[in-house]
């Protein structure tokens, strides 16, 4: 066990649908100078993977298992097994549940998303803390201040929690993105007042849509991306390779072939303010993580807070119809005011009385270098940078490339701890953990993956060992990569390698078996089914 005096306080960041080339120590553009220097004297992971969606990410970064263990296989809908029933499992423990037990004061400040179905426009049919729809503090944390659900207008939130009181927000001078800030330092405050170890778990909605940023910051960025998606996806991966934060020079994909060329592209303006106004997002971001920052040394807490930072999945390609996702969010402001829904060419975005999206270009400029985007399990669904930091053990940067998984990190902080993982939760046995504590490999030291990774999510599925990885989209026939030469997935040796295709698939479906994956043609039409009854309440 690690010595009381000396535990570590523990910063946990997850950010919400950034891609893999949006940081700045990343090769963009975007100014993230209090981001990139959590890596400035600790550590760059390269190769760290997520679930590919919000809901599994969280549940796997909370819990070190698989989504399917924890209980949310797809998203919030419970769609009839434990592996899908959209909430934490009770055999499942949380990282502030293990850390509480040790002494630990936690705190949550932002998104929550493993709860339960919970519509934004039903919000007033809500219960949260019904057995199907945990709170945050029903599953160990002593504070939390954020959103229950997926998604939030970041001027006008449909429903903010304090606790688990329901709280209204000022219909002017609100942001979330600040508020939660302010949140999470006051529970800093507090933490250290009370001369208690603590846990905080800032959990951003930022960039996900809808792209809203405050004037000032979207100014920042005026004419950055009127040279395009093409100019900027090669100009990102340029830089990235310059900076050596790449195992290999690998080839950059191909532009997506749903996006079209930048000169044939119309409303050009338009779309170059809407990246402008995702960029903003991710500043605004970097500078109140700098602020919590600042408040460590204030608090004389920097030296000995171990600080982790990730992205829960590649960047988001979702379009925003007014008759697709949109449709399901609130379209009048706290003050009154209508709410514009949906991507209206012409309409400036980034104000409260807009809601928008970035769309499948940008998203592909996000992922660069890599192809696919949030939702599937190719590289740029996938794939986020780890930034680490722990300046009483960590003193000089490294970059590491050794694939790992958001099911790492509670071994992982565990390790750095001395907590110990219990055997039982409320009486009932608890799975064994599936991840592998990367604390090593933070601190320099040789480190090397014992086991396979798996993913699936609605059908998209994929394994890794070693060097190889199998990859499917759903319905389609896998396909096999050398991830040492070709990690942006150019050259696929199904065809050539028949015999190791069918090895990890063996692998693959073992695993598929073991945790609950089911048949994701037979689970979409309850899915569904459900999203019409919502819609037809909403």
Not at 204 to 218: F, G, L, N
Not at 379 to 386: A, K, N, Q, Y
Not at 524 to 534: F, G, K, S, V, Y
Request: charged letters at 25%; aromatic letters at 10%; proline letters at 7%.
């Amino acid at each position: 066990m690690v010595a009381a005096a000396s535990r570590p306080n523990v910063i946990l960041i997850l950010v919400d649908d950034m891609g893999f080339a949006d940081l700045g120590v990343m090769g963009s553009e975007v100014r993230t100078p209090h981001i990139d220097s959590i890596s400035g004297q600790g550590a760059l992971l390269s190769s760290m993977y997520n679930c590919a969606r919000c809901c599994p990410t969280r549940a796997a970064l909370l819990s070190g298992l698989y989504p399917h263990k924890a209980g949310i296989g797809q998203m919030g809908a419970n769609l009839g097994s434990p592996a899908y029933q959209g909430f934490l499992r009770d055999d499942a423990a949380t990282i502030a549940e293990v850390l509480k037990a040790a002494g630990y004061r936690t705190c949550m400040a932002g998104k929550w998303h493993v709860g339960g179905d919970l519509w934004a426009k039903r919000v007033d049919t809500w219960r949260p803390g019904d057995p199907d729809r945990p709170t945050p503090l029903q599953r160990g944390f002593d504070r939390f201040y954020g959103i229950l659900d997926g998604v939030t207008n970041f001027y006008s939130p449909h429903a903010i929690f304090d606790g688990e009181q329901r709280v209204e927000v000022p219909p002017t001078d609100y942001y979330f993105t600040d508020a939660i800030t302010d949140r999470a330092i006051g529970m800093l405050e507090e933490s250290t007042l009370r001369g208690e170890p603590f846990f905080l778990y800032l959990a951003h909605a930022a960039p996900h849509w809808p792209i809203q940023a405050p004037e000032e910051d979207i100014a920042r960025y005026d004419g950055v991306y009127s040279r395009g998606w093409d100019a900027i996806r090669t100009a990102r991966h340029e830089e990235m390779l310059s900076r050596g934060v790449l195992q290999h020079p690998w080839a950059i994909s191909a532009r997506d072939p749903s996006a079209r060329a930048w000169q044939d592209t119309p409303h050009r303006d338009w779309e170059a303010s809407r990246m402008a106004v995702y960029a903003a997002m991710i500043d605004r971001m970097d500078q109140s993580i700098g602020r919590v920052m600042q408040a460590l040394r204030r608090l004389g807490q920097y030296d000995n807070t171990l600080v982790l930072f990730l992205s829960d999945n590649g960047g988001c390609a979702e379009f925003m119809a007014e008759d697709g996702w949109a449709k399901f969010m609130p379209d009048v402001h706290n003050d009154g005011r209508r709410i514009t829904m949906g991507n209206r060419p012409g309409l400036r975005p980034g104000g409260p009385l807009t809601y928008m999206s970035y769309d499948l270009p940008w998203a592909n400029v996000s992922n660069a270098p890599f192809r696919m985007f949030k939702h599937w399990v190719h590289e740029g669904g996938i794939s986020t940078p780890l930034l680490a930091q722990w300046p009483a053990r960590m003193r000089q940067r490294t970059v590491s490339h050794a694939p790992c998984h958001v099911v790492d990190l509670l071994p992982t902080i565990l390790e750095a701890t001395g907590a110990r993982y219990p055997k039982e939760r409320e009486g009932r046995p608890l799975q064994p953990m599936d991840g592998e504590s990367l604390l090593p490999m933070l601190l320099g030291q040789p480190w090397e993956r014992q086991q396979p990774l798996y993913w699936e999510h609605e059908g998209n599925a994929a394994v890794r060992a070693g060097n190889l990885k199998l990859v499917r989209k759903f319905n389609q026939p896998w396909e096999l990569y050398d991830m040492e030469v070709d990690r942006t997935e150019l050259n696929d040796l199904a065809g050539r390698h028949p015999d190791r295709v069918r090895r990890l698939d063996l692998q693959y479906r073992h695993w598929a078996d073991e945790v609950g994956v089911q048949d994701w043609n037979l689970l979409l039409p309850r899915l569904l089914a459900t999203w019409e009854m919502d819609d037809a309440h909403g």
